[in-house]
């Protein structure tokens, strides 16, 4: 159940297509925290998860990083 005293949001990052996995882990690797980081500092709000799904379509690696923040969370 969520506190009416929080006003949570979802940011989402796509990335991809990258030809291995290798190459994609190096992009979640460099972007991931860098993204969590902005929507922080964006929204004015703690980020308290961060996630991330992996796919592969026609030989092609894809990935959506999901970072969930709560307004109501003193930084």
Known sequence: MLSTDHAYEVYTL???????????HGELSNHAGTFANEV?????????????SVIAVDG???ASVVTTTDEGVDP
């Open 60 to 62: 092609r690696w894809w």
């Open 14 to 24: 796509e990335l991809g297509p990258c030809d291995s996995l290798a190459e994609l």
């Open 40 to 52: 922080s500092v964006t929204a004015g709000a703690v980020v308290i998860s961060i996630s991330h």
